[in-house]
């Protein structure tokens, strides 16, 4: 075979089908990589999306809230009742709207709630609920879902918010300055004094924010949450869930259609906080994490 005259090698014939048989196949072409500016801008889209998403749930929450309160005038109600020294009423009044504002959110998103270990809650005296947190709606899912009625301890941002402020006030929420942390064991001492007397119910999440993981993984446990139970001897009752994390995830609400988005809480048994050290302490709330984290795995919900 002569050699081809622009092709000296010969690669041209060989490459020719039609006059020397059939060619060899093409050498796969080595992928692009990805335009790095573009994939950071994709995901900056992203966050947005998010973020929007995020502000648009809240304000339905919210909206729900103060129609809720404006409808039933329950505002001017719970006054006159604490006015009067009807403390136990207007608890329980303040009680059913938020049973009457969960049931309303979770029923609006189609959204169904599935609860097991309901015999092992503590329903009177007081009590420390710890549990994991993954999104804004674990408030209105413990609140209107647990079986009886508690506070929350919570951001002190959150007091911005008008409705909201007045709403966790009724309920007897603890709010924090994260501006001022050193202060917080003396609060969580003499919040559980006040939990112990009055036999109220408090709602504590342990990870300190909400779970970064995508999959809703619990973090890991601070151990200073556990001075609202431990100086007073309050019990403490294990809880953990899944599925709201899904409820601020765009692609899970698109996938799923209302009705068939889970959400799972379990309750597990009461145990008393450790009256040791500090070694003790820690011990108590890594065994604590672990068998949260063991529940979760079980009753984990996957969408669409």
């Known amino acids: 075979m002569r050699p081809d005259p622009i092709d000296p090698a010969g690669t041209a014939a060989a490459r020719d089908g039609s006059r020397h048989g059939a060619a060899p196949p093409p050498e796969p072409v080595p992928a692009e990589p990805a335009d790095a500016d573009e994939a950071e801008d994709r995901a900056g889209l992203s966050r947005i999306r998010g973020l929007w998403n995020g502000f648009k749930l809240a304000g339905f929450a919210l909206e729900n809230l103060a129609y809720m309160m404006l409808k039933a005038r329950i505002a001017p109600y719970l006054w006159w009742l604490r006015r009067a020294g009807r403390a136990a009423e207007a608890d329980a009044v303040a009680y059913r ?3 009457v504002w969960a049931e309303r959110i979770f029923r609006r998103l189609g959204c169904r709630i599935e609860v097991e270990g309901a015999g092992h809650l503590r329903r009177a005296g007081p009590l420390v609920v710890m549990s994991n947190h993954q999104a804004m709606y674990d408030i209105p899912l413990l609140a ?5 009625p508690v506070g929350f301890v919570f951001k002190r941002e959150l007091l911005l918010i008008p409705v909201l402020k007045y709403w966790m006030r009724q309920i007897h929420c603890k709010a924090i300055d994260r501006k001022e942390r050193r202060r917080t064991p003396e609060l ?3 919040w559980g ?3 112990r ?6 709602v504590v999440f342990p990870e300190g924010t909400r779970t970064r993981d995508p999959q809703g993984r619990l973090g890991s446990f601070r151990r200073g949450s556990l001075r609202l139970a431990e100086r007073s001897g309050i019990p403490i ?3 953990v869930f899944d599925g709201t994390r899904l409820l601020t995830d765009p692609a899970a609400l698109a996938r799923t259609p209302k009705g068939e988005r889970i ?3 379990k309750i597990l048994p009461v145990r008393m906080p450790p009256q040791g050290s500090a070694p003790e302490s820690k011990r108590f709330m890594d065994r604590l994490r672990a068998d949260l984290a063991a529940e979760w795995e079980r009753i984990r919900v996957t969408w669409g």
């Open 193 to 195: 004094e006040e939990i």
């Open 97 to 99: 709207m938020t049973l």
């Open 144 to 148: 209107g879902y647990l079986g009886r």
């Open 188 to 190: 969580y001492e003499r």
């Open 197 to 202: 007397d009055l036999g109220r119910g408090m």
């Open 263 to 265: 959400v799972r809480l």
């Open 237 to 239: 009752q294990p809880v």
